[in-house]
T-cell receptor, first 115, second 111 residues
Framework: SAVISQKPSRDICQRGTSLTIQCQVDSQVTMMFWYRQQPGQSLTLIATANQGSEATYESGFVIDKFPISRPNLTFSTLTVSNMSPEDSSIYLC????????????FGPGTRLTVL | KQEVTQIPAALSVPEGENLVLNCSFTDSAIYNLQWFRQDPGKGLTSLLLIQSSQREQTSGRLNASLDKSSGRSTLYIAASQPGDSATYLCAVKAAGNKLTFGGGTRVLVKP
């Protein structure tokens, strides 16, 4: 399995500001994934982050709004830029690991409220 | 485009009753299917992973089946307990390690 930690666990931010969320994994992984869960909704993939290359964004998500860093095989950051109340969500970091290498594990999430 | 549906959206049962949660998906070209549990405001806990070549997986009181040809999976929880109250999510994995999630089933087990 993989143990994932995220910082901060929650934050309340003002409109127009930016927040950087950190994700740390206890083992080296090739791909890290960032998901968003809007209130009362299921999870939506934002982007896939590979070490040493640009992140791959899903339809509807752009790098200017959600820049991602992946400096090494155990760490990634997601920034939510120029926030609006619509960005209020839980943001979750995820990796594929386990004995098969394709079981998905998730961090505890970052609960973001934008006023 | 893969679509995943979970029925029912919510379920309330008395303690001790068996739970049956359904998940259906539209594209059978999957690598695996995974069931998760999510407590309010928390992250996801992996419950069971079923590879595309498998038909079921079991862990304690939990049993999940997979019928890839018909695009269905069922999660059974035997002898439910109040601690089983949570939202249960199924997700299918296809090319590129991408997960597509269902909308979830919110379960309440009443003591």
């Amino acid at each position: 399995s993989a143990v994932i930690s995220q910082k901060p666990s929650r934050d309340i931010c003002q409109r127009g500001t930016s927040l950087t969320i950190q994700c740390q994994v206890d083992s080296q992984v090739t791909m890290m994934f960032w998901y968003r869960q809007q209130p009362g909704q299921s999870l939506t993939l934002i982007a896939t982050a590979n070490q040493g290359s640009e992140a791959t964004y899903e339809s509807g998500f752009v790098i200017d709004k959600f820049p991602i860093s992946r400096p090494n095989l155990t760490f990634s950051t997601l920034t939510v830029s120029n926030m609006s109340p619509e960005d209020s969500s839980i943001y979750l970091c995820s990796v594929a690991a386990g004995t098969t290498g394709n079981e998905q594990f998730f961090g505890p999430g970052t609960r973001l409220t934008v006023l | 485009k893969q679509e995943v549906t979970q029925i029912p959206a919510a379920l309330s049962v008395p303690e001790g009753e068996n739970l049956v949660l359904n998940c259906s998906f539209t594209d059978s070209a999957i690598y695996n299917l995974q069931w998760f549990r999510q407590d309010p405001g928390k992250g996801l806990t992996s419950l069971l992973l079923i590879q595309s070549s498998q038909r079921e997986q079991t862990s304690g009181r939990l049993n999940a089946s997979l019928d890839k040809s018909s695009g269905r999976s069922t999660l059974y929880i035997a002898a439910s307990q109040p601690g089983d109250s949570a939202t249960y999510l199924c997700a299918v994995k296809a090319a590129g390690n991408k997960l597509t999630f269902g909308g979830g089933t919110r379960v309440l087990v009443k003591p």
